[in-house]
Structures are given as C-alpha cells and as structure tokens.
C-alpha cells in the first residue's frame, strides 16, 4: 500500500470533525430535554428530544458524501458535502415538524416515511458522490485513505454523542 501525504490529516480531519458533530448533536438533545418546544399534546422535552438524533444520518450523508467527492477528485467536494448534509437535515426538521404542525395523524403516517427516506439519503447521497469524477484528474488520497476516513467520521460521530451524551444527558 502506498502511504500518502494527505492521509494523515484526511483521517485526522475526519474523525476531529466527526467527533464535533455528535458532541453537537448531543448538545442539541440536552437542551431540546430541557427547553425544547411544546404544545397541545405534544412536546420536545423530555423524551421528545429523541428528535434530535434523526440529524444523525444528515452528518453522515454530509461527511460520506465529501469524503467520497474529494477522493473522485471533485474540486466542490465540501460544497457536495454540505449540500448533501443541508438535504438530510431540511428531511429531518419536515419529520419534526409534521407532530406540531399537523398533528399526530400525520406524524404517524408520513413520519415513518420521511425517516426512511433520511436513512436511505444517508447511503443515496456519498454514492451519488463515488458514482462521478472529473475525467483526467488525480485522485488526491488512495482508496484506502478515502475509506478509512468514511470509517472516522463514523466513529467520530458516534463518540461525539457517546462522550456528550455521558456528560450532559438530554433527560437530566
């Protein structure tokens, strides 16, 4: 396996950027616990604050989806990124919307619906991303730089909320 120079803070970045936006997440639960909205039959506090994970699988699409533009050599890979985490997360806040904004009907209905489809955009997006390059130009990490960072951004995220979620519980 060949070693390259960018692998290093491609996986540093990775995991570090990975690891801030669980913690963030977890924040986001804590005080959607505490202060989170709440009206006639329905409420973000408490157990309501389950809403915040559903932004999980937009991060992982937002990080997936530039890890896999960057390594085919896309010169707007963060632009791709964030696009397709701004997608993930505009998914996210209709399926938190739908229980105030239209009752629990609809929540139940439609709200399985936009979840799976969250889940889905979470793969959807980085293979889009891994399905297009720019003809001619080098790839700037190997294959294996570009996977393994794909792997910390998992595990960044999932301790970013693990370690947050420990010290600042959304139920406390």
Known sequence: MQSSPRAAPALGAALFLGLLAGAAVSVLAFYLARYGPSGEGWSFRGNG?????????????????????YYRGRTGWLTFGLAA???????????????PLFGPGFDQTLGAIL????LLWAFAAPAIAAATSVPG???PVPMSVALGSAGLWLVGTLAGLIVIGV???AGS
């Open 167 to 169: 010290v600042l519980p």
């Open 115 to 118: 979840l799976l489809v969250l």
């Open 49 to 69: 604050a389950l809403a915040a994970y559903t932004v999980v699988p937009a991060i992982l699409a937002a990080g997936w989806s530039a890890v896999a533009a």
């Open 85 to 99: 985490g701004l997608i993930g997360l505009l998914l996210a806040l209709a399926d938190a919307s739908l229980l």
């Open 137 to 139: 130009r080098p790839r």
